[in-house]
């Protein structure tokens, strides 16, 4: 079961993804953080990530299309894998598609969490202020900037996936518990608790 998790920040994807890996043994890949251990490691792509990722910029598609087909040869990958900030171009995600396809393997499942921007922006107001607990990226300022980033980043691959009918959509806006329902829903799984 090899599956993609979309949304923006806030939406909970990070949530999804534990829950997947604790119940199905699935493994997430998150291609930010890959390349950030990259960059504090000091190694040649990491020298080469690091300005780029300053500049808010994207890796060359073939570094990361290596990058990714290493890492889910890996044996922790065996159960399946859910990959988190890649595919971010059409490119990628085609050569996703190949490079699947050469192994018998496929993506299963393109998972999209649905948030409206306003709604996560008062959900975390609201938070702040229920609780009086701030995280320094709670602030209203901070989230629509990294709702911009994941505008010009991430959902420029939805396209790639809706035209071929392969985009599901799940309301982030829903309890933890039920989001993880739909999810296993689409992916045909059962939790049993
Ligand atoms: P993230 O934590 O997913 O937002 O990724 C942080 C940064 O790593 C991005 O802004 C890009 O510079 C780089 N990056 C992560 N994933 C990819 C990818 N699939 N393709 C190109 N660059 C990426």
Aim: charged fraction near 30%.
């Amino acid at each position: 079961m090899n599956i993609i998790l979309l949304g923006p920040p806030g939406a909970g994807k990070g949530t999804q993804a534990k829950r997947l890996e604790q119940l199905y043994g699935l493994k997430q890949i998150s291609t930010g953080d890959m390349l950030r251990a990259e960059v504090a490691a000091g190694t040649p792509i990491g020298q080469e990530a690091k300005a780029i990722m300053e500049r808010g910029e994207f890796l060359p598609d073939p570094i990361m299309v290596k990058m990714i087909q290493g890492r889910i040869a890996q044996p922790d990958c065996a159960q399946g894998f859910i990959l988190d900030g890649f595919p971010r171009t059409e490119s990628q995600a085609e050569a996703l598609d190949a490079m699947l396809g050469t192994d018998g393997l496929k993506i299963d499942a393109v998972i999209l969490l649905d948030v409206a921007e306003d709604q996560l922006v008062e959900r975390i107001a609201s938070r702040t202020a229920e609780d009086g607990t701030r995280r320094p990226d709670d602030n209203p300022e901070v989230v629509r900037s990294r709702l911009d980033i994941y505008r010009r980043q991430t959902a420029p691959i939805l396209p790639y996936y809706e035209k071929a009918g392969r985009l599901k959509h799940v309301d982030g806006m829903l309890g933890v518990d039920e989001v993880g329902a739909e999810i296993d829903a689409l992916i045909g799984k059962t939790a049993k608790n």
